[in-house]
């Protein structure tokens, strides 16, 4: 018998009596499945269908279970806490020994499922269904027991678990224990030289998500700089953007969503912060990157209906199905399905969205294979101005109304998106997995927008109308090995992938119907009436020329090696790239489609990151990064937009710590990133690419539960953005646009007691962004701004004897009217109150 500490709870490992051990080992930030100790190495035997004899008396549950391992030679994992000091009748006689360990449980309200042929865990269905709460989150479908040596954490998970379900969730549920670092595969969080955070689907649920932009509230180090009524999600990471087509999914990039991604089908959403060339494979930006993990089946079926209405009268209803087949539960599918419809908080405006995704899976001894599919429509009316563009030499005029919308009835962004992806990896031996993985998107988008250029501190405004129907087509495939061995005293940990990622962006082809440009004023917009704008003559997405065709090429290679029983590990590698970006003409005429740029660059990129552990909970990490980035392309707004810019170096140095303390964890990083400037002139309207922005930033973290029924997310960044060695050096020294000086996130939760309140928890919010100057002169800003989050959520046994959550929550307490965002040029004005009321209830 062996017992571990996860997710704040104590698990216990119980073993045949030929592999009996007694020795304690944590595995809190290590809940990759690595921790396990010694004695859980042990061979168990099957649980076959041939009988066993058994004699276990009746009285307490947990000597029963001791003696159930060793007469019927299975080994159990579950969390003691479950068993407390339930009872059971016993059993007598000869029985299969599934059989028998059900007769055991009668009574006790607890069932149990197979994690492999070898082990099976034990679980409270009620707590699997409710989706946990503080301590009861160790949702046992997610442990993964892989026998490690010696009786404290091991450092580095077996080279496998991509596929299926990801690393268990840490104290509070909030969080997971680890993420998956690109080539390397799942590492735990204390094992990993970055800073990355991995948030889970019970936080996307509490938190009632639409899309990816409400999960990254949670993170100090990522801010918004679009619109939340536009039709897409942009970011900001660690001051340096990524636009929503650098998001991955399940690893592979250009295949999410390119505008917006909604929280359906999504699992877990990891952030990883800094240059992500040897990880990824080059595909990301230098301030991070996100990566989406697709939900898979739970081994408890679930059947989970939600329905949510949205301020001012949207209403959202989505399903959620869950079930998995065979005889170890091998098959598994999740399918979800959503429709949500109806104004928004935002004057005028009106948003449509459909979801369906399908996600399939096998898990075996050695193959393991998973398949996505993904189908969205957005249809937006009236759609809020995706940026506001400030004439030089004035101030920045301040916000103005949350809820007036500067848009015409008769705008609308329409789009529709598929993706397919797919993961196949198999266990050539024990400690040796080779994998592939390739996926296909397309993206269509038609739209009818206004863009805004203020010329005047009193909001005097030029409206253009602007049409711009498009395609966006993607396509990543990559193949790769993983493999631990020994050479002498070192260990490796050896990881190989090659990548090769292409985007196609169709537009033009065209001759532009005259549209309206008139003045208007931001506080007292001028509307054209329906009917101004012939819409029916306005061409479509589909079949458009092609315009822009990015290819990123691949090979990496690193190795981590272990010292000291995996307390020192030291991380080598690089990865060969190759980025090639074309251009092409899209004017009508005799032009059309000729090669308008080509720029191809390749390099090696070096990476070096080490992770020395002092304690089982205190460990310390530095890296030294490099990445060829693509460079972004000139916004629409700008004069010469769409151009088409070459691929660019990066470079990060961070340093970092983190600290387990059981049930709350602490992390600190140091880290300068220097990156090619871009920016788009106020004054000139020109976008370019020149000089060099270099952000230096503190980043503290917390997550976790530091009290039973108290729950703590979030953090503060300190950032120090500058501009060096811009053109003429006139911006030398200047404050980066768009980049605050501190930016605060902090969620919590608080469960009230059981004799006040049972099944009530009280959550908030409190987001806080320091002011930003607009252009890179500094001679505009705007204000820092600070946004509350209040609401609740009670739990309860429904009539059927099924969970039933009710969550409500109001964004924006105070409505207050501000300026989010003033990145790249531009400026995106915040949300107003936006209230949101949803039901839970499974089947």
Do not use: C
């Amino acid at each position: 018998m062996a017992g571990m500490a996860l997710a704040g709870v104590s698990l216990l490992v119980l073993v045949p009596a030929a592999a009996q051990g007694r020795t304690t080992a944590r595995a809190q930030l290590d809940g990759t499945g690595a921790g396990i100790p010694a004695a859980a190495q042990a061979e168990p035997a099957t649980a076959a269908d041939g009988t066993v004899a058994l004699s276990i008396p009746n009285g307490l549950l947990e000597p029963a279970l001791v003696s159930f391992t060793e007469q019927a030679k299975v080994k159990l994992v579950y969390a003691t806490d479950m068993t407390g000091s339930l009872t059971t009748p016993g059993v007598e006689g000869e029985f299969a020994p599934l059989e028998a360990l059900g007769r055991i449980l009668e009574g006790t309200g607890l069932t149990f499922r197979r994690v492999s042929p070898s082990t099976i865990t034990l679980v409270n269905p009620r707590y699997v269904q409710l989706g946990g709460a503080s301590g009861d989150t160790v949702a046992l479908g997610e442990v993964v027991v892989q026998g490690q040596p010696g009786g404290r954490p091991a450092g580095l998970p077996p080279p496998t678990g991509t596929v299926g379900q990801p690393p268990v969730p840490y104290a509070g549920g909030q969080v997971a224990t680890g993420a998956r670092i690109g080539l390397l595969g799942n590492r735990s969080v204390l094992t990993t030289p970055f800073n990355v955070t991995s948030y889970t689907e019970k936080l996307i649920q509490d938190q009632q998500a639409r899309s990816l932009a409400d999960v990254v509230l949670n993170d100090p180090s990522v801010r918004n700089d679009a619109p939340p009524f536009s039709e897409r999600d942009s970011f900001f990471i660690r001051g340096f953007s990524v636009v929503n087509l650098d998001v991955g999914f399940d690893g592979l990039f250009y295949l999410a969503n390119p505008r917006r991604v909604f929280t359906e089908g999504i699992e877990r959403v990891e952030i990883l912060k800094g240059p992500t060339a040897l990880l990824s494979g080059g595909t990301g930006r230098v301030g991070g990157t996100i990566n989406l993990i697709p939900k898979r089946a739970y081994d408890v079926p679930l059947t989970r209906l939600t329905t949510t209405y949205l301020s001012d009268s949207q209403i959202w209803t989505h399903a959620d199905v869950g079930r998995r087949f065979g005889a170890n539960n091998e098959w598994g599918i999740r399918a979800n399905g959503s429709y949500r419809n109806g104004f928004t908080p935002l004057d005028k405006n009106a948003i449509e969205v459909g979801v369906a995704t399908l996600g399939l899976d096998y898990r075996g001894e050695r193959l393991r294979a998973s398949l996505d599919l993904v189908h969205n429509t957005q249809n937006i009316t009236a759609p809020t101005s995706l940026f506001n563009a400030v004439a030089p030499n004035i101030p920045v005029p301040r916000a103005p109304n949350n809820r007036l919308n500067t848009a015409s009835s008769l705008e609308y962004i329409d789009s529709r998106y598929n993706m397919a992806a797919g993961r196949v990896e198999y266990d050539v031996l024990p400690d040796t997995t080779v994998y592939a993985a390739g996926g296909v998107s397309r993206y269509n988008e038609d739209f009818l927008t206004s863009s805004y250029r203020v010329t005047s501190v009193t909001g005097q405004a030029t409206n253009t109308l602007a049409i711009q129907p498009q395609e966006i087509q993607g396509m990543t495939g990559e193949v790769g090995l993983r493999t631990k061995f020994q050479t002498g005293f070192l260990g490796h940990y050896l990881t190989v992938s090659a990548v090769e990622a292409n985007n196609r962006n169709y537009r033009g082809g065209f001759v532009p119907p005259v549209l309206p440009v008139f003045q208007t004023n931001i506080y007292d917009p001028v509307y054209l009436p329906r009917g101004s704008v012939n819409t029916s003559l306005l061409p479509r997405s589909n079949s458009r020329p092609l315009f822009a065709e990015l290819s990123a090429r691949s090979v990496g290679i690193a190795d981590t090696l272990s010292l000291g029983e995996d307390r020192f590990l030291l991380t080598l590698g690089g990865r060969f790239q190759e980025i090639d970006q074309q251009s092409y003409a899209t004017a009508p005429g005799p032009t059309l489609g000729n090669l308008a740029a080509n720029y191809q660059r390749g390099r090696f990129s070096p990476a070096i990151a080490a992770v020395f552990r002092a304690t089982d909970q205190l460990s310390f990490y530095g890296n030294y990064i490099e990445a060829l980035e693509p460079t972004p392309t000139a916004p629409v707004v700008a004069i010469n937009a769409n151009e088409v810019f070459p691929p660019a170096v990066s470079r990060q140095k961070e340093f970092g710590a983190k600290y387990d303390f059981g049930t709350v964890a602490v992390t600190a990083s140091l880290f300068e990133i220097e990156q090619p400037n871009a920016f788009t002139d106020p004054a000139t309207r020109r976008f370019s690419v020149s000089g060099l922005q270099r952000n230096r930033g503190l980043e503290l973290s917390v997550f976790g539960e530091p009290v039973p029924g108290v729950r703590l997310l979030g953090g503060v960044t300190f950032l120090d953005g500058r501009l060096v060695n811009t053109a003429g050096r006139q911006f030398d020294g200047n404050v980066a646009p768009g980049v605050p000086d501190v930016a605060l996130n902090l969620y919590g939760e608080v469960d009230m007691p059981p004799w006040l309140a049972p099944g009530l928890t009280l959550t908030g919010r409190a987001i806080y962004t320091s002011s930003q100057f607009y252009n890179q002169a500094n001679t505009q800003s705007v204000p820092d701004w600070t946004r509350f989050d209040a609401g609740l959520r009670y739990t309860f046994e429904g009539a059927s004897g099924k969970p039933v959550t009710i969550r409500a929550i109001v964004e924006n307490v105070f409505d207050n009217s501000y300026w989010a965002s003033a990145a790249r040029g531009f400026l995106a004005v915040g949300a107003p109150r936006t209230v949101i009321v949803s039901a839970t209830v499974d089947f």
